[in-house]
């Protein structure tokens, strides 16, 4: 159980498009979904929390109008990159937690992730 | 603000050894603590979650301990296979209320055969 999943798990784009990736707990109902951002031999850096049916929080210096970010459902998050550029490049991991609490833990459950190019 | 260090931030290691992975956190009013694993240009995989009242947690191979008031985790592998190389993540969760998790950046490990 508490699977997640991605789409599409790597993209290539020119600069200047928008694109969305979607994030959806498969087996499990999620009220909250965090999107994170990885670049190379950096950590995850949270970019933004996402409550069902209520706006994002964005994390300070997470430009809101650039990223935005759709949670519609309680199996379903998008994020959209708006007009993106090379320096968007990066690894895209969205987490779903849990409507109720998985017996044993307190964790987030991840996704595997988008790469995303930006030519 | 909470930051979080790993050390090393590479090991090679032959099959067969003990190993431990160091993870240390500036901020010791943490809720929880996780120690994650992630292959290559792969998602993450839930290894351990110790709540700040806990000490450590074991799972097969893997032993995690935590030491809140010092701002300390370590990550015990016994019997290290091939198929333990990945990069191990530790991150915590600070109180508050915030679900926010803070990463470290990791260790890469290599299990030689």
Known sequence: GAVVSQHPSWVICKSGTSVKIECRSLDFQATTMFWYRQFPKQSLMLMATSNEGSKATYEQGVEKDKFLINHASLTLSTLTVTSAHPEDSSFYICSARALRRMPSTDTQYFGPGTRLTVL | ?113
């Open chain 2, 1 to 113: 603000k909470q930051e979080v260090t790993q050390i090393p931030a590479a090991l090679s290691v032959p099959e067969g050894e003990n190993l431990v992975l160091n993870c240390s956190f500036t901020d010791s009013a943490i809720y929880n603590l996780q120690w994650f694993r992630q292959d290559p240009g792969k998602g993450l995989t839930s290894l351990l979650l110790i709540q700040s009242s806990q000490r450590e947690q074991t799972s097969g191979r893997l032993n995690a301990s935590l030491d809140k008031s010092s701002g300390r985790s370590t990550l015990y592998i016994a019997a290290s296979q091939p198929g333990d190389s990945a990069t191990y993540l530790c991150a915590v969760r600070t109180q508050g209320g915030s679900e926010k998790l803070v990463f470290g950046k990791g260790t890469k490990l290599t299990v030689n055969p």
